[in-house]
T-cell receptor, first 111, second 113 residues
Framework: NAGVTQTPKFRILKIGQSMTLQCAQD?????MYWYRQDPGMGLKLIYY???????DKGEVPNGYNVSRSTTEDFPLRLELAAPSQTSVYFC??????????FGEGSRLTVL | GNSVTQMEGPVTLSEEAFLTINCTYT??????LFWYVQYPGEGLQLLLK?????DKGSNKGFEATYRKETTSFHLEKGSVQVSDSAVYFC????????????FGKGTTLSVSS
């Protein structure tokens, strides 16, 4: 009964460091998304994928990269972390009815 | 572009009070509309949805009707409980961007006993 699994749940980075947020889903969904959530700002779309090998930018892609080598996995890479990337990151996948299933989130702090 | 506007919070109510959270949208075409709920420390989960005009979505005592003429999708519940305390997000599907959901900023609901 896993659904969408994100790791790590918490991470502290220093400015300029890099890291990858992992996301995996076991529902065989083609569509996957990365959002960031900042207080009082709702969720902003970073990147999305409509299937293995296909990715595209969302509203706020700068400073991030993604890959989609398999249907299950959709990692988000942060290069040269900046304080502005301090946020809570949510991965989601979408089923055929349009419902999004979210992971529990990854809280990232950049100091 | 497409957007969602929902009422600012926080909304503070006593148990058994009536709840309305307003949501209006701007979109081309006829998007599907959603309400998601986020409990503390958790991800978002679908509360209800409507896929066409005049549809009513309902779940756990919550209801929302897709009103095309007023471009609205207001969330209502007749009698709230302490366990309903959470952040509520209105969203619409964007036919671009891989049909990603565009979210409002969220409304925090706090219910006291």
């Amino acid at each position: 009964n896993a659904g969408v699994t994100q790791t790590p749940k918490f991470r502290i980075l220093k400015i300029g460091q890099s890291m990858t947020l992992q996301c995996a889903q076991d529902m065989n969904h083609n569509y996957m998304y990365w959002y960031r959530q900042d207080p009082g700002m709702g969720l902003k779309l970073i990147y999305y994928s409509v299937g293995a090998g296909i990715t595209d930018k969302g509203e706020v892609p700068n400073g991030y990269n993604v890959s989609r080598s398999t249907t299950e996995d959709f990692p988000l890479r942060l290069e040269l972390a900046a304080p502005s990337q301090t946020s809570v990151y949510f991965c989601a996948s979408k089923d055929s009815t349009g419902e999004l299933f979210f992971g529990e989130g990854s809280r990232l702090t950049v100091l | 572009g497409n957007s969602v506007t929902q009422m600012e919070g926080p909304v503070t109510l006593s148990e058994e009070a009536f709840l309305t959270i307003n949501c209006t949208y701007t979109a081309t075409g006829y998007p599907s509309l959603f309400w998601y709920v986020q409990y503390p420390g958790e991800g978002l989960q679908l509360l209800l949805k409507a896929t066409k005009a005049d549809d009513k979505g309902s779940n756990k005592g919550f209801e929302a009707t897709y009103r095309k003429e007023t471009t609205s999708f207001h969330l209502e519940k007749g009698s709230v409980q302490v366990s309903d305390s959470a952040v509520y997000f209105c969203a619409l599907s964007d036919r671009k961007a891989g049909t990603a959901l565009i979210f409002g900023k969220g409304t925090t609901l706090s219910v006291s006993s």
